[in-house]
């Protein structure tokens, strides 16, 4: 078993920055990939961006490439969504997830992001 730990949200005008934190406990040792996900009020979760762990090579969706980095600190096993000029319809709950060697995936509680115009 997994747990996903998500920090970080909160509250930020239109133009600023946030950075999310996401913690996994557990078993770790076989992680393949982690990524990010939202989901927007009335909206399906959508994707955001993902990196392999090991390799650290990264991957994002259109919609937020240049604007938002994923990295991840294997020393401390923790993942980063550093969030640059937000938007207000950047505003959503978002999710931590990660996929491990076996097809095991995980899911975080999910952090709240509210930018305002």
């Known amino acids: ?17 946030l950075r999310l934190s996401c913690v996994p406990s557990g078993r770790t040792g076989d992680m393949h990939t982690m990524a990010w996900f939202r ?30 980095t994923i990295s991840r600190d294997t020393t401390t ?5 550093q969030m640059r ?10 999710y931590c997830n990660s996929i ?4 095991y995936e995980y899911w975080g509680q999910g952090s709240q992001v509210t930018v305002s115009s």
């Open 85 to 94: 000029s937000l938007k207000p319809e950047d505003t959503a709950v978002y």
């Open 39 to 68: 989901q927007a009020p009335g909206k399906e979760r959508e994707y955001v961006a993902r990196i392999w762990w090991g390799s650290g090579a990264a991957d994002y969706a259109a919609f937020v490439k240049d604007r938002f």
């Open 100 to 103: 491990h060697y076996g097809g």
């Open 77 to 81: 096993n923790t993942l980063y969504l």
């Open 1 to 17: 078993q997994v747990q996903l730990v998500e920090s970080g949200g909160g509250l930020v005008q239109a133009g600023g920055s």
